[in-house]
């Protein structure tokens, strides 16, 4: 099979999105879209930490919440010290936002302050009373998941919207986004999954990796995971990171950024309406 072809077909396909019942239960109900990854190192935060940035860019109010309680990295992703206490956010009376504010324009961001367990159950009180409590402050809630699929990712699965699967090419990265994608399934049918090929050398190498992926979930799982994007590795990337630059220093000429942009001015604006245009709208910029 020519994977190049196929990965032009996503991407040059622009099917007619299909009126759906939106899932909100009123008009201020966010977009809650989620990044996992089956192994660690495939570039799963950065990614998800770029396209909060860019949705802050376009204008809507993003929520940005890094799920690792243990060992928190949004507070270097965004240059930011104001870490969440759990304790001290569920005692208060109402909830205000002021607590995640960041200096960027339109973005919050959720970093806990570490704790001595993963999977903390204060920490995971304190983040559902936010869900729950100052959801409706927010167009879109990005989560950026710890790796694998525990306990903790089926709580917050079931009002997710979208999750994107982040995998690169390595064949290790790709068995462990099949296992992930399998595991989503199994617990949750219905919830839209799309696939990130991410760190690639080539644009070869990444219909290649895709194509495998997506082969092996087609033949196990019956199941058609639209790639939302494909990134190639960048030397400046890595330079960012070793000089610990945040992201909204950045060059706006990476193509990460670039590719971003390209996915949410078509994406984002048909959210809105009804967060299950997602799977078809996913198809659509693939």
Not at 226 to 241: A, F, G, T, Y
Request: proline residues 6%.
């Amino acid at each position: 099979m020519d994977q190049l072809k196929r990965m032009r077909d996503y991407r040059e396909a622009r099917p007619t999105i299909p009126t759906y019942e939106s899932a909100a239960t009123d008009g201020n109900r966010p977009v809650l879209w989620s990044f996992l990854s089956g192994k660690g190192g495939v570039g799963k935060s950065i990614l998800s930490g770029i396209i909060a940035l860019q949705l802050s860019r376009m204008g809507y109010k993003t929520l940005f919440v890094d799920m690792d309680f243990s060992l928190p990295g949004a507070h270097l992703q965004f240059n930011l010290d104001n870490f969440i206490d759990p304790e001290v956010v569920l005692a208060q009376a109402a909830m205000e936002s002021d607590f995640m504010a960041s200096e960027i324009a339109n973005l919050d961001v959720f970093v806990m302050q570490p704790q001595s367990e993963p999977a903390n159950a204060k920490a995971i009180h304190c983040l559902d009373s936010i869900l729950q409590n100052m959801a409706s402050a927010y167009d879109f809630i990005l989560l950026d998941a710890t790796t694998g699929f525990g306990e903790q990712h089926r709580r917050f699965s079931r009002r997710i919207d979208l999750a994107t699967v982040v995998s690169t090419p390595d064949p290790a990265s790709i068995t462990n986004a099949y296992a992930l994608i399998k595991m989503i399934k199994m617990h949750f049918p219905h919830l839209h999954v799309n696939i990130a090929m991410n760190r690639a050398q080539s644009l070869e190498e990444a219909s290649d990796g895709f194509g495998k992926l997506n082969l092996i979930v087609e033949h196990f799982l019956r199941f058609n995971a639209p790639l939302l994007c494909s990134l190639n590795e960048e030397k400046k990337i890595k330079e960012m990171l070793q000089e610990s630059w945040p992201l909204q220093k950045w060059p706006q000429n990476l193509a990460v950024f670039q590719e971003a942009q390209h996915i949410l001015e078509q994406l984002a604006p048909q959210l809105q309406p009804s967060p299950l245009m997602l799977l078809n709208s996913a198809k659509a910029i693939a």
